[in-house]
């Protein structure tokens, strides 16, 4: 039997928590997980909803570390983590994406010789200034075993020098949970609630601070909506610190009076995956929902430099516009004029809902 402990901290972490956790659940002659959740994100709407929507239990042990600067969060997740994993004894730690409880959990764990999984290993930006790719390139490095969600992920570690044998291809945690949440969040009504059809309105989510921190470069994107808001509603769940920024850079009368642009709080993820499955478009600076518009086949424009998902622009939607505001609005009609049976999902390889089990397999053969 191995004891397991897998990290949860920020939203994103959720979704690739979930699927791995219930696999352990299933296989309980194997495994014993154990859910911590280091508190980086604590509102309702980051963090509970999206536990009770992906059916997550309860995490065991809830560290509460959090907003605060990158080095306080960071370190206040290790002096909290550190107690734990000395107490629990895990035979592996498992820490996904690329957010700062990532790393700090990693370091932890490695420094104490325990063995530490990294989920969603191997992606790369190649822009040092995103924190991020700091978090990615350093878990990496740490870790003893790295899954990989596509083969590129895989080339971009082999050129960092990794070991082959420290290196798993096991696919796409996220599309596990998508596919497995699809027919759950046909129940929600969200669209009914918005007054929005199937793929009358595009979907915007912004949050990098490299978007919303500068008034200058926040405004271009506000001119780029503009003009898409005039084709049809954008839909505009807003994150927290974006909505903290968008008061501090004295943006929220233009915000608030820009036709047919409609803000709303954080939606759970049930009712986002009803909201964005059925939009004729995505604008974004998410990672994950560029995965997620792939693998649905929904046109995605990505409000970036660059991508650490190249996979999601050869195979997928994905469109890389930055944030100028001619190039976005561009690519919006663009992607509006062409007919929407065009879009048709182009899946990678093993994005196909069994990638938790790969990585339960690949933990069980360490210990056989
Ligand atoms: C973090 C991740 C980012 C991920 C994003 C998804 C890092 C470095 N960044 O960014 O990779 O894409 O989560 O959401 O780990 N806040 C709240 N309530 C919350 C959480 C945050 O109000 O529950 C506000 C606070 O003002 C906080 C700010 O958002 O200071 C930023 O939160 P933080 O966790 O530092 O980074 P995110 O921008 O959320």
């Known amino acids: 039997m191995l004891k397991v402990i897998n990290v949860v901290g920020a939203r994103p972490n959720f979704m690739k928590v979930a699927p791995i956790v219930d696999a352990m659940k299933r296989r309980e002659r194997e495994f014993a997980p154990l859910v911590v959740h280091t508190g980086q994100h604590y509102d309702e709407m980051m963090s509970d909803a999206f536990l009770r929507d992906l059916d997550l239990p309860e995490p065991n042990v809830y560290l509460g570390v959090g907003s605060g600067s990158h080095a306080a969060q960071t370190a206040a997740v290790m002096q909290k983590f550190e107690p734990v994993v000395l107490q629990e004894k895990p035979d592996w730690v498992l820490v996904v994406g690329d957010v700062n409880s990532t790393l700090a959990c990693a370091l932890v764990c490695v420094k104490l010789g325990m063995k530490v999984g990294h989920v969603e290993a ?175 086949g929904i046109p995605c424009l990505t409000l970036r430099e660059s991508t650490e998902r190249p996979i999601t622009v050869e195979l997928g939607t994905n469109v890389v516009v930055g944030s100028d505001p001619q190039r976005i609005s561009t690519a919006a009609l663009a992607a509006l004029d062409r007919p929407r049976a065009n879009n048709t999902p182009r899946v990678p390889p093993l994005w196909d809902g069994h990638a938790a089990d790969r990585i339960l397999d690949v933990l069980a053969a360490t210990h056989r």
């Open 122 to 296: 191997g992606l790369r930006s190649h822009d040092r200034a995103m924190p991020e790719e700091i978090n990615r390139l350093l878990t990496d490095q740490i870790a003893d075993r790295l899954f990989t969600p596509s083969r590129d992920a895989d080339d971009n570690l082999r050129g960092e020098g990794i070991p082959e044998d420290r290196i798993c291809f096991v696919g796409n945690v996220m599309i596990d949970s998508l596919l497995n949440q699809l027919k759950h969040a046909r129940s929600s009504t969200i669209r009914a609630q918005l007054g929005v059809a199937d793929s009358d309105y595009a979907v915007l989510t912004l949050h990098r601070p490299s978007n919303v921190d500068e008034r200058g470069t926040f405004s271009r994107i506000l001119d780029a909506l503009e003009k898409i808001a005039r084709r049809l509603p954008i839909i505009f769940p807003v994150h927290p610190r974006t909505r903290k920024t968008i008061a501090e850079l004295g943006l929220t009368d233009r915000v608030q009076r820009m036709n047919g642009l409609r803000l709303l709080e954080p939606l759970g993820y049930l009712d986002f995956l009803r909201l964005f499955s059925g939009a004729r478009v995505v604008l974004t600076d998410s990672g994950g929902l560029q995965e997620e518009t792939t693998a649905l």
